[in-house]
Each structure stands twice: as structure tokens, then as C-alpha cells.
């Protein structure tokens, strides 16, 4: 069955909107109740309260299509973004959720019957995960969704193995917490990758796509784990991955929204090389740049603003190396607003502020690129073994506006690694002579900062190369 992404995205939230889910929209980015967290990285982050029990809503049941950045923090995948079929800075998390309703049986269900019957995947070509002694689960799966036993992977806790993937969800070292069951697409054999709990699980042949958590316990700080007396379900899919499969794709890369941005990247840059991967990158990146400023995150350096001036400036420099002369990323907001359907409303309206953000930041970076890299490129030419020092990683982000991770990007590209070590020491002698230098001075970058939640006016010139104060 070939669906859009909008089309899907729509599909999901009827189908649980007629199973009595109270359809509620996607939160911002910037978590507004939990300041531990960078950004919004799950479906379940806004309902952090009611799963914890603080807040009551008027629904027990919710569906969302939340929008998610993973570039920062505990959940990290930029430097996935290029390199696996499957992971993306920002996608959109689809997500059912029970605050104490229904548990394992229904969740199960509603999961199995959305992809094999609403969906039309076909069955053989799912497998499951479990909780190693989650038997329940297992016998819903097997004796009920009539999932042959060999198609159930019981998956443990990750016990230091690199491969394992986890299979108990914890909120935090305390709280709530318990086993969860997750559902995989085989692409076909014709694809690197084996099954989870196999040591190439890390591949893009089986593909997870949704992710279902039985919050079952609360943990208490002695690791005694008590039964919640109400438990709850959270459950995430990430939309571009069933999109790639309902389109006949295996990459993320090749659905409709990808394809178009690609393409719009491909024309702004003045490239015909539509398999580069750097026109992939460019598209993952215009999306949670764009998102994160219609969300209130300005370009800075520190915090939440730096991740976000990090992913602009890499993909600067991937349309620099794919020959881009002038400026080109806010070129694609327009498109991303068209090609994001029903999630792309709060986008048009701030469209032409977001553009001015992100040619801003273009042009800043755009007066010391060439250099940097020049400067880079024969740092590597002379280098003696692969580790880049510290220091050069340092003066490249000092004077050329190139944070470390960018650095990292192109010396990876080459075969090479930067000292990261060396890196952090150089910037700790830095904060240190500022702190000492501090004693004497006015301290400018406080009486000149403006507030980046207000409407935008320009930058404070101070920080603009990226230099901390
Ligand atoms: P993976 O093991 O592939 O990295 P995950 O286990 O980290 O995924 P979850 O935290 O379980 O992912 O998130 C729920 C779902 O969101 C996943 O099953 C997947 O479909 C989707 N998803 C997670 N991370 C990404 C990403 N970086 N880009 C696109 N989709 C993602
Ligand atoms: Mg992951
Ligand atoms: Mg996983
Ligand atoms: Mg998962």
C-alpha cells in the first residue's frame, strides 16, 4: 500500500482516535516541564506528569504526532545522520499512550492491527522483541497476534554487551520504569544487518520501528521495585521509517519528504549529484534547524543555541563542499513548510523569520569557512598519524568559528580523528583565563546579551564566532 507521509501521519491518529484516544498535538521542542532535558526526544515527554501521576487530564487514552530532535543529551544521533538508513536529527515520533486505561493486551493489539491491517505490512516480515521474562508479553504476541515463537526475540537488560539493545525503559534511576516490546521490519537479506540481540543487530536490514513501553514499576532508591497500581503504556513509531516502508523504499532518505528536500538541496547548491551524501545531510539538517527556531531556540553558544548553530554551520559546510557559493539552507524553508503537510503549519506562519535566522548565521560562518577549512585540510595533508591535536581543533573553533564536532565531520570524512581530549583542555585554559581576566572587566557579554526568546533583532556581536566569554 503506497501512502504519503501526511497520509499516514493522519491515518495513525484516526486509528486511535476511533479507539477512544484523545488526539492531542504535537508539544514544542523546548520541554517546558523538565529542565533536564535538551529537547523533546519521545511522544512521552509532555506527559511526563500524568505518567508520573502529578497531573490528571480529562483523558486516559492520548495519541500524538510529536515532533522530536535527537542531536544532544542522552538520545544523540547526529552522527548516525549520513551514515545509517534510519536516523535523523529531527522525525516525527507518532505515539499512543495510556495513563492507567488499558495495558499490555490492548497496546499489543492496537500496534499489530494499525501496521498488518490498516497498513497492510505483511506479517511475515515483522519480528517482535520482548522483556527476557516478560512471559505475558510473549503469549499476547504468540498465542494471541499468532506471531510464530521463533519471530519473539526475548532481548535483556544491556549488560555491557556493545550490541544488546535494552530492553527495560527507565525514566531515571528512580520512578517509573519497566520492560518494553519493540516491532522490526525485515528489509531483505540484499541489506547488511541481523536480527536484535545478534551482534550486526546494528544494521539496516531489520528496522525498528515501534517501540512499546509497559510502565509496570516504580523504582525506588534502594532498587526495590514496587508494582505501579496503575499501569501505563508509551508507545513511539517514527513516521519516516514506516513511510519508507509503505512507499517501497528501504532508506529514510527515499520518501516523498526527503526525496522533494533533496532535490530543493540539490537545486540551491547547484549540484546534479542527487545520491550525495551530503545532500542527505542537508535535509536531515534543514529539518530540526527550521523546527528548533520556529520553537524559539536562536543560534548561540552555549546550550540548546549551540546545538543548533553546531547543526547549521555542518550544513554550511556539506553545501560547501558540494560546491554551494553564496548562501543556500533558508533557501529550503519554504519547501520543508510545503512538504511537511498538517505538521508544517506553525512553520509557514514563522517561515520568513526562520529564514532570516538561518541567513544570518549563513552569512556569519560564510566570511571564515573557506579559511577554516584551508587551514584544516593542511593540518591533515601534514599530519603524522590520525588523531588531529587539540590545539588546531581549538584554534579552528576560536578564530574560525568551527565547533569541535564539525571539525570532527571533515577529519572523519578523511580517515582521520581529532583529539578531543586535547580539545577540551584548550577550552578549559580559555574559560580559565577568562574567569581570571573576569576579575578586572565590566563583564560585556552580560550587560550587551539580548533575550533569544524575544523577537529577533539581530546578534550580539560578541558571540558571534563562537567564542565563550
Ligand atoms: P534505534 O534503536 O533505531 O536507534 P531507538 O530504540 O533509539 O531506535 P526509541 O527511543 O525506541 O528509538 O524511539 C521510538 C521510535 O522512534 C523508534 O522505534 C524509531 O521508529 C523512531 N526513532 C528513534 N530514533 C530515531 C531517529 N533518530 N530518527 C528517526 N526515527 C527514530
Ligand atoms: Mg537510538
Ligand atoms: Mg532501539
Ligand atoms: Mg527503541
Known amino acids: 500500500m503506497r501512502m504519503t507521509t501526511a497520509e499516514i501521519r493522519e491515518a495513525f491518529l484516526e486509528y486511535f482516535r476511533t479507539q477512544n484516544h484523545e488526539v492531542v498535538a504535537s508539544s514544542s521542542l523546548v520541554p517546558h516541564n523538565d529542565p533536564t532535558l535538551l529537547f523533546t526526544n519521545a511522544g512521552m515527554n509532555q506527559f511526563k506528569d500524568c505518567f508520573l501521576g502529578a497531573e490528571q487530564r480529562s483523558y486516559t487514552r492520548a495519541t500524538t504526532a510529536q515532533r522530536c530532535v535527537r542531536a544532544g543529551g542522552k538520545h544523540n544521533d547526529l552522527e548516525n545522520v549520513g551514515f545509517t538508513a534510519r536516523h535523523h536529527t529531527f522525525f516525527e ?38 522483556y527476557e ?10 498465542k494471541e497476534m499468532g506471531v510464530p ?27 517509573p520504569c519497566g520492560p518494553c516490546t519493540e516491532i522490526f521490519y525485515d528489509h531483505g537479506e540484499q541489506h547488511w544487518g541481523g536480527r536484535p540481540g ?53 532508506s529514510n532518505y527515499d520518501i516523498d519528504i526527503f526525496q522533494t528536500l533533496i532535490k530543493e538541496a540539490a537545486n540551491v547548491v547547484g549540484t546534479e549529484d542527487l545520491d550525495n551524501k551530503s545532500l542527505r545531510v542537508i535535509a536531515d539538517h534543514i529539518r530540526s534547524c527550521a523546527y528548533l527556531i520556529v520553537d524559539g531556540v536562536m543560534p548561540s553558544n552555549e546550550g540548546r543555541g549551540y546545538v543548533l548553530r553546531r547543526i547549521i554551520r555542518r550544513a554550511v559546510r556539506h553545501g560547501n563542499k558540494l560546491g ?50 584551508q587551514i584544516l585540510s593542511d593540518a591533515l ?62 563583564d560585556y557579554a552580560n550587560v550587551t546579551a539580548i533575550d533569544a526568546q524575544s523577537e529577533f533583532t539581530g546578534y550580539d556581536k560578541a558571540e558571534q564566532w563562537g567564542k565563550v566569554i
Request: proline content about 3%.
Open 324 to 373: 554551494a557559493t553564496g548562501t543556500f539552507f533558508h533557501k529550503l524553508v519554504g519547501p520543508l513548510a510545503e512538504v511537511m503537510g498538517g505538521a508544517g503549519e506553525e512553520l509557514k506562519a514563522q517561515q520568513a523569520m526562520v529564514e532570516k535566522v538561518l541567513r544570518i548565521e549563513e552569512e556569519n560562518f560564510g566570511r571564515t569557512l573557506e579559511r577554516g577549512l
Open 381 to 442: 595533508e601534514n599530519l603524522d598519524g590520525k588523531v588531529l591535536d587539540g590545539e588546531t581543533v581549538f584554534k579552528l573553533y576560536d578564530t574560525y568559528g568551527f565547533p569541535a564536532d564539525l571539525t570532527n565531520d571533515v577529519a572523519r570524512e578523511r580517515g582521520f580523528e581529532i583529539d578531543e581530549d586535547g580539545f577540551n583542555a584548550e577550552m578549559e585554559a580559555q574559560r580559565q583565563r577568562a574567569r581570571d581576566a573576569g576579575k578586572f572587566s565590566v
Open 93 to 130: 515520533m507518532l505515539g499512543n499512550f495510556s495513563f492507567g486505561d488499558y495495558f499490555k493486551r490492548e497496546a499489543i493489539k492496537f500496534a499489530w492491527e494499525f501496521l498488518t491491517v490498516e497498513m497492510k505490512l505483511p506479517k511475515e516480515k515483522l519480528c517482535v522483541t520482548v
Open 149 to 175: 515463537a521463533e519471530d519473539i526475540i526475548r532481548i535483556g537488560d544491556n549488560k555491557g554487551a556493545p550490541y544488546a539493545s535494552d530492553n527495560f525503559w527507565q525514566m531515571g534511576d528512580t520512578g
Open 198 to 250: 545478534t551482534p550486526e543487530e546494528d544494521g539496516d536490514r531489520f528496522i525498528e520501528i515501534w517501540n512499546i513501553v509497559f510502565m509496570q514499576y516504580n523504582r525506588h532508591a534502594d532498587g526495590t521495585m514496587e508494582p505501579l497500581p496503575k499501569p501505563a503504556v508509551d508507545t513511539g513509531m517514527g513516521i519516516e521509517r514506516v513511510a519508507a516502508i509503505l512507499q517501497g523504499g528501504h
Open 133 to 142: 521474562t516478560d512471559d505475558e508479553a510473549f503469549d499476547i504476541w504468540n
